[in-house]
Every structure is written in structure tokens, then in C-alpha cells.
């Protein structure tokens, strides 16, 4: 049964801080792999999806990296801002149909 | 596109009680499926359906339902309502199909609280 871990739990740092998110998964055997936002009270909002083709995507000031071989995913934030305070969620799928399995988040809050 | 819309945003129940969590989204998904976010957990994954007429139980599946009568709807159902049922439930799609991204659009979820 795959089984997906997020380290740490929690983490607060000050603005223009840059900072890693660490996501760790048990069977490398996966479709690929989301990081996802959630912020308080709302839905999930995907941030960027790898492959498992991929090693690394990128949008704006998010960076996220995938190795399969370790079973290991980050999230790179550069120069975090207050706005980026949320819980980040990575999930894996096995195949097409989709089936996410999620580890339990990383709550970041981005102090001024 | 309004996207994965959820309906009601919060609802209480008691024990015993049943109902239906509906779930649409207009953006011509394949794929789409439910699951339930609970403190310390994360998300688990109750049903899913890779089609209209087709849906298949994932990790938690015991005391609901789905069908999949459209592409668009993918209710919910509570048959008999528990405690443990006490939970956000999300809703989800993605375009499905074969090679490309699979992106994954959640709704705005659904607050259940079982008494």
C-alpha cells in the first residue's frame, strides 16, 4: 500500500525567506505527482504536477523536483511571501485512473 | 467555467439519517471522485468513476454510494449516517483519457457533521 509522508507538519518562517517542503512516497511505481494548496476552510488548488517521466516543473516562485529512484518529491519556494501561508499537500497517482493517495501537509505560515 | 461546484457547503445530520452530497463540473471530465479529509489523515479516496456508468470503491468506500448516470454529476450518498462520517468531503475531476497532464480540480468541499 503506497503511503505518502510530508515533513514537516508545520513551519513558520519570515518573508523573503527561501524554503524546501519535503514529500517522501513508499512505491516508486507512480503516474505522478501533485503539490497541492489548501488554504483555510477551502478546496484544494493544484500548484504543479510532475510526470514521472519529469525530474523538475516550474511556475513562478515554485519550483518542484522528482526523484522516483529515493521515492522523494520538494517544493521550493523562492522569496516567500505572507500570501504563501497555507497547508501544501503532495499526492501521488499509480496510473491514468487518477487515484490519489495524499500525504497529511506541510502548514506554512510566512511571518512578517 | 465554474469549474467543481459542491453542494451544500455544510449540512448536520443525526445518526441514522441519510443523504446525498452532489457534485458537477462543466468542464467535460472523464474522470472524476470523491474523497474525505479528515484532522491527521489527509485525504482518502471513497469512490471514483473513470466514466459515465462506470464507478469503482477506493480506500474507504463503506456506507456510501455513487452513480454516474452524466458526464457532469457524480453524487454522493450516505445511506445511514454515522459518527465516524463526520468529515470535508471533496469532490474531484480531471480530463482522464490517455497520455498528457492530469491535473486534478477539487470543489470548494462539503462540511458534514453526524450527532
Known amino acids: 500500500k503506497q503511503e505518502v509522508t510530508q515533513i514537516p507538519a508545520a513551519l513558520s518562517v519570515p518573508e523573503g525567506e527561501n524554503l524546501v517542503l519535503n514529500c517522501s512516497f513508499t512505491?516508486?511505481?507512480?503516474?505522478?505527482l501533485q503539490w497541492f494548496r489548501q488554504d483555510p476552510g477551502k478546496g484544494l488548488t493544484s500548484l504543479l504536477l510532475i510526470q514521472s517521466s519529469q525530474r523538475e516543473q516550474t511556475s513562478g516562485r515554485l519550483n518542484a523536483s522528482l526523484d522516483k529512484s529515493s521515492g522523494r518529491s520538494t517544493l521550493y519556494i523562492a522569496a516567500s511571501q505572507p500570501g504563501d501561508s497555507a497547508t501544501y499537500l503532495c499526492a501521488v497517482s499509480p496510473g491514468t485512473a487518477s487515484k490519489l493517495t495524499f500525504g497529511t501537509g506541510t502548514r506554512l505560515q510566512v511571518t512578517l | 467555467n465554474a469549474g467543481v461546484t459542491q453542494t451544500p457547503k455544510f449540512q448536520v445530520l443525526k445518526t441514522g439519517q441519510s443523504m446525498t452530497l452532489q457534485c458537477a463540473q462543466d468542464?467535460?471530465?472523464?474522470?472524476m471522485s470523491w474523497y474525505r479529509q479528515d484532522p491527521g489523515m489527509g485525504l482518502r479516496l471513497i469512490h471514483y468513476?473513470?466514466?459515465?456508468?462506470?464507478?469503482d470503491q477506493g480506500e474507504v468506500p463503506n456506507g456510501y454510494n455513487v452513480s454516474r448516470s452524466t458526464t457532469e454529476d457524480f453524487p454522493l450518498r450516505l445511506l445511514s449516517a454515522a459518527p465516524s462520517q463526520t468529515s470535508v468531503y471533496f469532490c474531484?475531476?480531471?480530463?482522464?483519457?490517455?497520455?498528457?497532464?492530469?491535473?486534478?480540480?477539487f470543489g470548494p468541499g462539503t462540511r458534514l457533521l453526524v450527532l
Open positions: 468513476s473513470v466514466g459515465a456508468g462506470i464507478t
Open positions: 474531484a475531476s480531471n480530463i482522464g483519457g490517455g497520455a498528457g497532464s492530469k491535473t486534478q480540480y
Open positions: 468542464m467535460n471530465h472523464e474522470y
Open positions: 512505491d516508486s511505481a507512480i503516474y505522478n
